[in-house]
Nanobody
Framework: QVQLVESGGGLVQPGGSLRLSCAAS????????TAWFRQAPGKEREGVGC????????YYADSVKGRFTISRDNAKKTVYLQMNSLKPEDTAVYYC????????????????WGQGTQVTVSS
């Protein structure tokens, strides 16, 4: 099982930016997807977006589209979530997850999860 570690969370003002990192212990040889999820207290886990290893295609939830960008650096075995124009409703614990297969934001599709990193957007 791939081990994942998220980092980069913190406290930012509305309109600010953060870049989250998801470092993997290994990169599978087969096609795989890495997704970002978030969960606020008392709320359901929400898919943020994903990136595919096969063609680099990405998907973003409507709530973050145009503000968040997912990218990858294979040499560093890291997937990034660049978050711009942050809003208070973006406050949550952010998790990355990965598994073999296509790019989805269905939590049950992912076997490997990071520990999460807290993002707080507040004045």
């Amino acid at each position: 099982q791939v081990q994942l570690v998220e980092s980069g969370g913190g406290l930012v003002q509305p309109g600010g930016s953060l870049r989250l990192s998801c470092a993997a212990s290994e990169i599978p040889l087969d096609d795989f997807a890495t997704a970002w999820f978030r969960q606020a207290p008392g709320k359901e886990r929400e898919g943020v977006g994903c990136i595919s290893s096969s063609d680099g295609s990405t998907y973003y939830a409507d709530s973050v589209k145009g503000r968040f960008t997912i990218s990858r650096d294979n040499a560093k075995k890291t997937v990034y979530l660049q978050m711009n124009s942050l809003k208070p409703e973006d406050t949550a614990v952010y998790y990355c997850a990965t598994d073999l297969g296509p790019c989805t934001v269905v939590a049950d599709d992912f076997a490997s999860w990071g520990q999460g990193t807290q993002v707080t957007v507040s004045s």
